[in-house]
């Protein structure tokens, strides 16, 4: 993990304010979702991208009744129903 050599403080609110460069370089806009990850002492923002209920890929992930299934998982479920 490299340093983005960026420092902020944290509100009262608990809210911090990514610096335009970042979210410019990393193209995270208003109003996009983030998703809060925790690895150790280190808290990681990344931009979310939804994963599959079932194995967790990212890949060919289709929406599915307010849930994400992969193309893969869905096949499989197909295949039980016969």
Do not use: T, W
């Not at 979310?48 to 009744?65: A, H, I, T």
Request: proline share 5%; hydrophobic share 40%; charged share 35%.
């Amino acid at each position: 993990m490299k340093p983005a050599g960026v420092v902020r403080k944290v509100d009262q609110l608990g809210r911090i304010v990514l610096p335009k460069s970042l979210r410019k370089r990393y193209q995270m806009n208003e109003g996009d979702p983030v998703e809060i990850l925790v690895q150790g002492d280190h808290i990681i923002l990344e931009r979310y991208r939804p994963r599959c209920v079932f194995c967790g890929v990212l890949e060919d992930v289709r929406e599915f009744k307010e849930r994400y299934l992969c193309v893969k998982c869905m096949a499989e479920m197909a295949h039980l129903r016969r």
